[in-house]
């Protein structure tokens, strides 16, 4: 079955951090580009951070570069995103997506909460 389930969300204070991690089954990994979205309520759903395929090529959101690192382990097909001096502002429901030309697939997300 094809699937992107992510873990590792959770509370936090202002300041702190967190690293969830995204992990996929049953398509080929290492040949999709992986995204982290965000969706706070009542916001539109936000790009926070893009890696390539091979993991040489990242991008971030202004919003959190210098404070969030996107990253990937193809060979366990999972992808992670470590976020620290986290704000109130970073609470939401994250998700990451793959994708490669037409196709995408997204988890069913991970909350993040940051208290403060």
């Known amino acids: 079955q094809v699937q992107l389930v992510e873990s590792g969300g959770g509370l936090v204070q202002s300041g702190g951090s967190l690293g969830p991690s995204c992990a996929a089954y049953?398509?080929?990994?290492?040949?999709?580009?992986m995204n982290w979205y965000r969706q706070a309520p009542g916001k539109e759903r936000e790009l926070v951070a893009a890696i390539s395929s091979g993991g040489s090529s990242t991008n971030y959101a202004d919003s959190v570069k210098g404070r969030f690192t996107i990253s990937r382990d193809n060979a366990k097909k999972t992808a992670y995103l470590q976020m620290s001096s986290l704000k109130p502002e970073d609470t939401a429901m994250y998700y990451c997506?793959?994708?490669?030309?037409?196709?995408?697939?997204w988890g069913s997300g991970t909350q993040v909460t940051v208290s403060s």
């Open positions: 049953g398509f080929s990994f290492s040949t999709y580009a």
């Open positions: 997506n793959a994708i490669r030309s037409q196709t995408r697939i």
